[in-house]
């Protein structure tokens, strides 16, 4: 069965203190993952996708990284401001289908 | 900007009315989805439209339903509302497979 875990659920981290957020999937068929990022009373807002096993992306304090059973987004020297959930999600086939973990709500703490 | 409209932040509804959620895309978009988020769930799809009055079931359809009458708007309808029907409602819409953008949601609450 497809699959999406995101771990951990929740993270607490002082500012500056770097971490990452981890995302299992077991799928078949995998065309891309994605990661987004939503605050409190808003919609995902689109971050990275990844396609393939060792691809890497950054934007600023973020990067992602892929391999072919896990995704990782890194945050380097965190603000507050990246305070939020994080979500991954995964394309499989061609119908738009995504599949979505359940979210790593962040919290830096200033 | 680019934007994706919900026309409801907030909606407080009683049980068995029918509901209507609409949402509207300026980006000339082809896809449009409809989806639910609950805490511990993820964000599960309802339904989703890749053309004007086209429409697929996603993984959750039952007790919704859904209307495309024009390419920038995509409504979802709740036919008779019930309580386990309360939840953030998302509406999504992208040109490609990679670039989802969403709406802001709508908090429905069914009492």
Partial sequence: ???????????????????????????????????????????????????????????????????????????????????????????????YQLIWGAGTKLIIKP | DVKVTQSSRYLVKRTGEKVFLECVQDMDHENMFWYRQDPGLGLRLIYFSYDVKMKEKGDIPEGYSVSREKKERFSLILESASTNQTSMYLCASSRDRDLFTFGSGTRLTVV
């Fill in chain 1, 1 to 95: 069965e497809d699959q999406v875990t995101q771990s951990p659920e929740a993270l607490r981290l002082q500012e500056g203190e770097s971490s990452s957020l981890n995302c299992s999937y077991t799928v078949s068929g995998l065309r891309g993952l994605f990661w987004y990022r939503q605050d409190p009373g808003k919609g995902p807002e689109f971050l990275f996708t990844l396609y393939s096993a060792g691809e890497e992306k950054e934007k600023e304090r973020l990067k992602a990284t892929l391999t072919k059973k896990e995704s990782f987004l890194h945050i380097t020297a965190p603000k507050p401001e990246d305070s939020a959930t994080y979500l991954c999600a995964l394309l499989k086939g061609s119908n």
